[in-house]
């Protein structure tokens, strides 16, 4: 089980209530944005197993001056001895900025590295997919295409069928709904709410 988390106290709460690993990241509202320096530090100080979302703009697209920057916080991510990062770019058409990919990728060597719901934009997924694997990356998140992951089951079930890349399902999966979703088969789960957030 991976949480979704954008603070110190949710990072804890999802520890004490049995997940796996974290993923870190801000603004969830804007489906996500790279978080601060200084909360990366905080969570560091658990010592737990986490991926850090990097993303600088609300968009999936690169433009002007993003590379840098996404190439500049990955090495923040790697000084910081975190385990992975999460990250995805398409292009205007909504297919793999294969470029983009390759450049920033070059500078992700040590870390895992999760191939974000950009991909549920992808209409070929099964080529995306082909060409994920051939550039190394380790896990794809996706809740199956638009929607939910519970409007998308057969889909999944599909994609982690022909999958050799592991598959993290997302999309509203909580602990409410997980034993539905895990019909589909994967391995790994993720959602803001995979554990009850609730503090006892």
Request: overall charge negative; glycine content about 6%.
């Amino acid at each position: 089980l991976e949480s979704c988390v954008e603070s110190l106290q949710q990072a804890q709460t999802a520890i004490k209530n049995g997940v796996n690993r974290l993923e870190l990241c801000s603004h969830l509202e804007l489906a996500g944005l790279t978080p601060s320096i200084e909360l990366m530090k905080s969570i560091k100080n658990l010592n737990f197993p986490t991926h850090i979302l990097i993303r600088p703009r609300d968009s999936f697209t690169i433009q002007n001056d993003d590379l840098a920057l996404i190439i500049n916080q990955i090495l923040v991510v790697k000084q910081m001895n975190f385990q992975g990062v999460v990250f995805g770019y398409l292009t205007q058409t909504n297919e793999l900025d294969i470029e983009a990919l390759k450049t920033i990728l070059q500078h992700c060597n040590g870390l895992t590295k999760v191939f974000h719901m950009a991909f549920d934009f992808i209409e070929d997924k099964s080529s995306a997919i082909k060409n994920l694997s051939s550039l190394g990356f380790d896990f794809i998140l996706t809740k199956g295409g638009h929607g939910t992951a519970i409007d998308n089951l057969e889909c999944l079930k599909q994609l982690i069928h022909d999958s050799n890349i592991q598959i993290i399902v997302g999309g509203k999966v909580t602990f409410e709904n997980l034993q539905i979703v895990s019909q589909c088969g994967a391995k790994w789960f993720h959602g803001q709410k995979i554990v009850n957030m609730r503090l006892e």
